[in-house]
């Protein structure tokens, strides 16, 4: 341990831009990583030891650490990630630490647990309740209340008064760890020829080593088979593991998975866990004991000390993408984290981005593909339905080719899934009256009709108000009409076309997580026929029974003037299609489409995916855009447009000149207001060698300061342009 003089720099967990100094008291031992309490301005506030102060400062100026946690101190690479993330993203790196450090729960002890054993002493009284809990103590066996409560079925009374009468006595025990070590010889998959094929090339990385493999692999080609052999490797070699996925919806099924192969559930770490669980899984990812998570993308900054495997499944999942706060991609923190750590990388998907398609390409990434499905299942077979001339009659949605082919589907005992990337009733209401149309109050967008809970919604901001009777401008009565389809719109037609049909709904805003893995579970089990989904349903489920896809507005991706949304819509299209024909029944998908000739509906049909990246890439390198370049978006927001406005164009004054760098804007940002704040855009772009990072940092600290409610947001990498 490297030896500190009695003044240390600690970096505090607030938004601040580097570490300050404190005194050390007499017979206080910190290291670099150490985790302290220090008193900043009226209150004590978490912070790490950083090192030696870079300035000399008189001791008499400076205060004391309050406290040293008796934790192990954060590792170095973890220590790096933060300043390396703070540097990309130009967020404070007090505010990564923030990320870092979950809370003083996590920092101290563990509370002993009430524990009773007997004493050998009989009580004068004897009921059965009584003999139920003596004989679950017999040979000595310790039991922890809560454990003796729930295995003899009786009230903490009995327990209580058997303490009384001295027959049970009181002990105070350690807690259980929150998840037992994953055994990695527990249950050994076999697998096919390919599998085996891919897993030997991703163990050419050396387990203690950097090095990251794209595990490139058709929907139901049995990637997460062979990425737990790569993360049984690691357990063997006495390192950690993380795997993160895109979203929480998907864990329950992944958990099972992991247990079956593993043995054990592994920790987790995601929104849904209580305080207290995310302190128990925090404090033993940093002590050793927990051995493998799965979690999501805030996982990266979990304090593993002994980290071997970072596993991103569906890496090109836009879920990955921290928007809000620190605005960091997971794909390429997981990347540089692991390159800090020597510990190795595998991006899984069906459907990589371009960006890491492009450095498989390069050599950069080992390129292990999977090209055939899992036990011999066929890929669904794939055809458009061109709306143009095989269009729905008007007021209905779903073309009579796909109702033919439902109707079949039905009939055949197998399971159907419409697909709509739009939440609620319809997108857009109007006064069939006066034209008007209803739009948040506090942003530039409309209202969602939600005709199932009777309100309209804003999906930006949350804002709601109940569906009116009346025309809110107009007054006229029962004028009010609901203009395109969302998913209950499909589900209202779908009810009235297939009544016979069991239905079942799937979007993010129809209840809870909980609620939704018990919908998955029983689409598995067979118990609906026709499935009716968002993006929910298009990633990571596999429903036997399942044999047609039919997607209702393949196109709807295509219209958003997005630079990324041909590689949006080519992901979700193949990865909702991939649901279909997953055992061993044949599968179909159905595209419903105005633009047929378009390159992402040619490749869907003729299944021809390198010709879509070769396009592509071809098209991104033409542009000068990512992975060939690299974007820089600043959002300038106040509650006053011209204010935000006149800001932007004072920064764009400022920006200095660069070879190689264009600015574009100001302009209003698409969604020019969210919760009342105007949002106008700047964009900087520059070559992919160029230091763009510090291009803005040097801009940002040479322009006017922002005053009043100015706020300006840097998004490096940006993966929307909304």
């Not at 900087?684 to 040479?702: C, E, N």
Request: proline residues 6%; contains cysteine.
């Amino acid at each position: 341990m490297e030896q500190l003089p009695d003044i240390v720099a600690v970096m505090v967990s607030v938004a601040v831009e580097g570490p300050y100094s404190y005194r050390v008291p007499a017979g206080m031992v910190v290291q670099r990583g150490s985790i302290v309490a220090v008193p900043l301005g009226p209150r004590l506030t978490l912070g790490v030891v950083w090192g030696a102060p870079k300035d000399s400062f008189a001791h008499n100026r400076l205060k004391d650490i309050a406290q040293a946690f008796d934790v192990p101190a954060l590792s170095e690479e973890l220590l790096k990630l933060v300043d390396w993330v703070a540097r990309y993203t130009l967020a404070a790196p007090g505010a990564v630490l923030r990320a870092v450090l979950r809370s003083t729960e996590a920092l101290e002890p563990e509370r002993p647990i009430v524990a009773f054993r007997r004493t050998g002493h009989e009580p004068e009284r004897l009921t059965p309740a009584r003999l139920r809990v003596l004989d679950a103590l017999m040979d000595d066996q310790v039991w922890p209340k809560a454990a003796l409560v729930g295995a003899t079925g009786v009230s903490p009374s009995v327990i209580e008064g058997l303490e009384r009468a001295g027959a049970i006595e009181r002990l105070e025990i350690a807690p259980p760890p929150i998840v037992m070590p994953p055994d990695p010889d527990e249950g050994v998959a076999v697998l096919n020829g390919g599998q085996q094929a891919a897993l030997e090339q991703i163990r050419q990385i050396d387990p203690l080593q950097f090095g990251v493999a794209l595990l490139d692999g058709v929907t139901g080609g049995g990637k997460t088979e062979v990425f737990f052999e790569a993360v049984a490797d690691t357990l063997r070699a006495g390192r950690q593991a993380l795997i993160l996925l895109p979203e929480i919806a998907l864990t329950h099924t992944f958990l099972a998975r992991f247990t079956k192969r593993f043995g054990t559930r592994p920790a987790e770490w995601h929104s849904d866990m209580t305080p207290a669980q995310r302190a128990r899984v925090w404090r033993g990812v940093l002590d050793g004991t927990v051995r493998a998570v799965v979690g999501a993308r805030s996982a990266l900054f979990l304090p593993f000390r002994e980290l071997g495997i970072l596993v991103l499944d569906e890496e090109h999942d836009g879920a990955y993408k921290q928007a809000d706060g620190i605005t960091y991609h997971a794909r390429d923190m997981a990347v540089v984290r692991a390159h800090l750590a020597g510990a190795r990388v595998i991006l899984s998907s069906a459907t990589p981005s371009v960006e890491t398609r492009n450095n498989a390409n390069q050599g950069r990434y080992s390129h292990v593909m999977l090209n055939a499905r899992f036990a011999a299942a066929a890929m669904p077979n794939i055809t458009a339905i061109d709306m143009r001339e095989e269009g729905p009659e008007k007021g209905q949605w779903i073309a009579p080719k796909l109702a033919r082919e439902i109707f079949a589907t039905l009939d055949r005992g197998e399971q159907a899934l419409l697909f709509l990337n739009r939440r609620g009733y319809a997108p857009l209401t109007l006064c069939r009256q006066c034209g008007h149309q209803y739009q948040c109050p506090d942003c530039s967008a409309w209202l969602v009709e939600h005709r199932f809970r009777g309100v309209l919604a804003c999906h930006h901001c949350g804002h709601e108000q109940k569906i009116p009777k009346d025309c809110g401008a107009c007054g006229a009565v029962d004028a009010l009409v609901a203009v395109g389809p969302g998913i209950e719109r499909i589900a209202e037609e779908a009810a009235a076309r297939f009544n016979d049909a069991r239905r079942v709904i799937l979007s993010s805003d129809m209840g809870s997580n909980a609620h939704l893995r018990d919908r998955f579970s029983e689409i598995e089990k067979g118990e609906y026929d026709l499935i009716i989904g968002t993006q929910l349903v298009a990633k990571g489920h596999h429903f036997e029974k399942l044999t047609l896809v039919g997607v209702l507005d393949a196109d709807l991706g295509l219209a958003h003037g997005d630079p990324r949304a041909a590689e949006k819509t080519f992901q979700i299209l193949t990865q909702v299609a991939g649901r279909a024909g997953r055992a061993s029944r044949t599968g179909k998908a159905m595209l419903q489409t105005y633009h047929p000739d378009h390159a992402v509906m040619r490749a869907m049909v003729t299944g021809d995916r390198e010709a879509f990246y070769a396009h592509e890439l071809a098209a991104r390198e033409a542009g000068g855009l990512p992975p060939f370049g690299r974007l820089a978006a600043l959002i300038v927001s106040a509650s006053e447009h011209d204010v935000a406005m006149g800001y932007a164009k004072k920064l764009l004054s400022a920006a200095p000149m660069a070879d190689g760098v264009k600015l574009f804007g100001p302009a209003d940002a698409p969604v020019a207001m969210v919760r009342g704040r105007h949002r106008v855009r700047l964009l900087a772009q520059s070559g992919k060698d160029f230091d763009l990072s510090g291009y803005v940092r040097f801009w940002i600290g040479s322009a006017e300061k922002t005053t009043g409610n100015l706020r300006v947001q840097v998004d490096i990498d940006p993966q929307s342009f909304m």
